[in-house]
């Protein structure tokens, strides 16, 4: 074991001062620089503007092309298709519903589909305390309805 490490110290000191003698031969690597548009000029020279005729001919030809195109679009008239933007809801089932519910619902689509749609918003008022003749005296008065959010959860507020 003491023979390994003995053996190794020289072969270390063999590596490094070989190491040292070829240090003189480095490379250097190009870098990427930023350069400014003057900088750039004067590092490249020149260059001037190189008109290409069938470039810019085959490039005229396909703008015309696309014009004439977007120009001539039409539909296909013998296409006839039902487009289903949204799914098909499955329609409320009001029998689910106590009897005397079921007339109040019905009783508010009438009346929101009456000539006077705010008819079936009294109707939805009602059980507030709320119709056509006492809608407007609460802010004739100047009475404000608050909420503290502090006694709100879960639906239902505390006392």
Request: hydrophobic residues 40%; glycine residues 4%; contains cysteine.
């Amino acid at each position: 074991m003491n023979l390994l490490k003995i053996s190794a110290l020289p072969l270390l000191l063999a590596c490094t001062g070989n190491m040292l003698v070829h240090a003189d031969d480095t490379v250097t690597l190009p870098t990427l620089q930023v350069l400014a548009e003057p900088e750039l000029r004067t590092e490249t020279g020149f260059v001037p503007y190189q008109n290409d005729e069938k470039n810019l001919r085959a490039l005229q030809h396909q703008v015309i092309r696309n014009s004439r195109e977007a120009q001539n679009f039409m539909l296909d008239s013998h296409v006839v298709a039902n487009l289903e933007i949204q799914p098909l809801q499955s329609q409320p089932d009001l029998n689910s519903l106590p009897p005397i519910l079921q007339q109040h619902v019905v009783n508010i689509a009438q009346g929101l589909q009456s000539s006077d749609p705010t008819q079936g918003l009294y109707i939805m008022l009602q059980p507030f305390g709320i119709d056509r003749n006492n809608s407007m005296q609460h802010i004739d008065r100047g009475t404000h309805i608050q909420l503290d959010l502090k006694n709100v959860s879960m639906g239902t507020i505390e006392h």
